[in-house]
């Protein structure tokens, strides 16, 4: 049968959506920093939206794309569709293209909105839960001149991905981790290894913070660490 088997390929194209918060007082005449937020696998923009309500009211652009790849996610009496930033299957290499199309992607987007609002480019960082964190670990260190720093909550900073990009935005990119201690999906442990190793290859101002009661999720104690971090930052 194998001998009378042709393959072929052929793109398929899916549309994307995101949502723009603005600052609650905006104004045309000003600039201000961009945040970038990312959702965890199976979820869309509401979900962070809501654990970092906190932080919306600051003087920011917010900025949540949906993940470009849609998966139905199944309950116990329900169905949906969710959301993933990438596909992976164990192959690293697999892994590192499937980011890296989905940080032209991203990058796209951010360009769009610099046509439409009033961002400051040289203000810029992202964030996000889970596999959300670990696409904004390796957006923003891989891209240190358009972001200032990237934060990963309830995921783990890629720092196998930073080797050959190190030398250049270790001293450039500010990384975040923030996790839950009780964390089952993604260890505690392999965590802040992750922030270790972001330090011994460079990157200078690479900062863990756990709340030890939290499981993978975002706590009020998380949020409020990230709003710090964003002040730092921005």
């Known amino acids: 049968m194998h001998e009378r088997t042709r393959l072929g390929r052929r793109v398929f194209e899916l549309e994307t959506s995101y949502e723009v918060l603005l600052p609650p007082r905006y104004e045309e005449g000003r600039r201000y920093p961009l945040v970038v937020g990312l959702h965890g696998m199976g979820q869309d923009e509401s979900h962070l939206k809501r654990d970092l309500a906190p932080l919306l009211e600051r003087d920011y652009l917010w900025l949540f794309p949906r993940g470009p790849y ?67 670990g390796v957006l923003g260190a891989k891209n240190p001149m358009r972001f200032r720093g990237a934060c990963s909550i309830g995921g783990r900073l890629k720092h196998e991905f930073f080797h050959e990009i190190a030398a250049k935005a270790g001293p450039r990119v500010a990384l975040a981790q923030v996790h839950g201690g009780q964390d089952t999906s993604v260890r505690a442990e392999a965590a802040r290894q992750a922030v270790e190793a972001c330090r011994a290859q460079g990157f200078v101002r690479a900062e863990y913070f756990e709340d030890p009661l939290a499981g993978h999720e975002i706590t009020p104690p998380m949020a409020a660490f990230v709003g710090r971090w964003l002040e730092q930052i921005l």
Request: aromatic fraction near 10%.
């Open 70 to 136: 849609p998966l139905e996610v199944r309950g116990r009496d329900s169905m949906r569709v969710g959301h993933a930033w990438y596909m992976f299957d164990g192959n690293q290499e697999r892994l590192a293209a499937s980011m890296e199309l989905t940080a032209r992607h991203l990058l796209g987007i951010i360009d769009t909105l610099w046509n439409s609002f009033r961002i400051d480019l040289s203000r810029a960082v992202v964030l996000g839960f889970s596999q959300g964190g670990y696409m904004a």
